[in-house]
Structures are given as C-alpha cells and as structure tokens.
T-cell receptor, first 117, second 113 residues
Framework: SAVISQKPSRDICQRGTSLTIQCQVD?????MFWYRQQPGQSLTLIAT?????????ESGFVIDKFPISRPNLTFSTLTVSNMSPEDSSIYLC??????????????FGPGTRLTVL | AQSVTQLDSHVSVSEGTPVLLRCNYS??????LFWYVQHPNKGLQLLLK??????LVKGINGFEAEFKKSETSFHLTKPSAHMSDAAEYFC???????????FGSGTRLLVRP
C-alpha cells in the first residue's frame, strides 16, 4: 500500500490566520481525499482532489475556506483559511490506489492535529 | 442514502476475552464495508474489507467480520483481546464504484488487564 506523509504533524495557530497542510504519497495516485476529524468525532469528507481538475467539495465545505491544490499525482495541499477555534481538528489526507479503486479502499496519512486559539 | 450505525460508543473487555464491536449499515446498492482502527495519536489503519466475495472476512491482528445482508450488519470480532487492541474502531460503508466513504461514529475499545 501507499506510504503517505503529512506536514506539519501538529500546529497551534492564532485565529484569523491560515495554515497549509501538505500531503505527500510515495506513488502516483489518481484520487486524493481530505477529511476532518473534530475532537471526539468521526471523520467527515471535506473534498476530493484529482490532478488537473478543480477539487470537489462536500456539502458544508467551500473553496474559500478550504482551498486545495493538486499539482501532480503524488502531492496535494489543503489550506484552512481565516481560522477560528471551531477549526481545531485533525485533518487527514487519504488516497485510493488503482488496484483497489473498484472497492473504494483508501489509505490514510497520519493526520495533522490543528489547534486554533 | 448510505449510513452506518455503530451501536456502542465504548466497549470494555478483559484481556484474553472475546471482542464484539457492532455495526449496522444502510446502503442502496451493493456495499463495500470496512473496519478501520485508530490508535491514539496515530493515523487510520485498515483492518479488513468486505467486497462481495466471502461473507466472512479475515483481517489483520486476528480480527474478522461477518457480512449479514439479511440483518444489514457487519460486526467485528476477535476471539481473544490483547492490550494492544485498545483503540478507536470505525465501521465504514461505501457503495460499490463510489469513492465516498461514510464513517460510523466510532467505538472505543478498552482492554482491562
């Protein structure tokens, strides 16, 4: 399975600022995903990022708040803009590998723990 | 619409005793079903997956799950709990051919010595 890394692993930020989270995969993948896990909660899909096209956002998430880049098949970034304490969460990226895509199996990065003061 | 219900938010067992984590799902089409585990301060790890082959699925670390269509259930079991099994477990459903994963609310497994 793909090896996924995320930077930073954690950060503490001031409200009103922005943070960009990086996700790097050790192999080329078509589909990358960004999830949010609020404290004590389950995972919620933010958006799907395919290389060469605009990200597709789920209901409740907008591009102005969570801009995403996908410049190539191994890398993506998620920016959390104009942060407030409600944005404090773990943000995870995941990938769907080609051999498993028919079954929707996804592999997850270690996550970025964000605290907004 | 797809949905997942994990019936227990917390399960506590003694080391060496069986584990049962319950999951019911709702899906309009042929579902793919997964169990993921999240250890403290770690990422998510895939335990096992059901993809319309055998209804009894074996995963890593001695875990297995049985797909029961008539009961719309996909319960996770392990014959003998180990201290290292203490973690958060998520049941996940997806329609075959859809990229969207729908996560359950999670079950925290506590293992007592």
């Amino acid at each position: 399975s793909a090896v996924i890394s995320q930077k930073p692993s954690r950060d503490i930020c001031q409200r009103g600022t922005s943070l960009t989270i990086q996700c790097q995969v050790d192999s080329q993948v078509t589909m990358m995903f960004w999830y949010r896990q609020q404290p004590g909660q389950s995972l919620t899909l933010i958006a799907t990022a395919n290389q060469g096209s605009e990200a597709t956002y789920e209901s409740g998430f907008v591009i102005d708040k969570f801009p995403i880049s996908r410049p190539n098949l191994t890398f993506s970034t998620l920016t959390v803009s104009n942060m407030s304490p409600e944005d404090s969460s773990i943000y995870l990226c995941s990938v769907e590998e080609g051999s498993s895509s028919i079954y929707n199996e996804q592999f997850f990065g270690p996550g970025t723990r964000l605290t907004v003061l | 619409a797809q949905s997942v219900t994990q019936l227990d938010s917390h399960v506590s067992v003694s080391e060496g005793t069986p584990v049962l984590l319950r999951c019911n799902y709702s899906s309009s089409y042929s579902p793919s079903l997964f169990w993921y585990v999240q250890h403290p301060n770690k990422g998510l790890q895939l335990l096992l997956k059901y993809t319309s082959a055998a209804t009894l699925v074996k995963g890593i670390n001695g875990f297995e799950a049985e797909f029961k269509k008539s009961e719309t259930s996909f319960h996770l079991t392990k014959p003998s709990a180990h201290m290292s099994d203490a973690a958060e477990y998520f049941c996940v459903v997806s329609d075959l051919g859809s990229y969207k994963l729908i996560f359950g609310s999670g079950t925290r497994l506590l293992v007592r010595p």
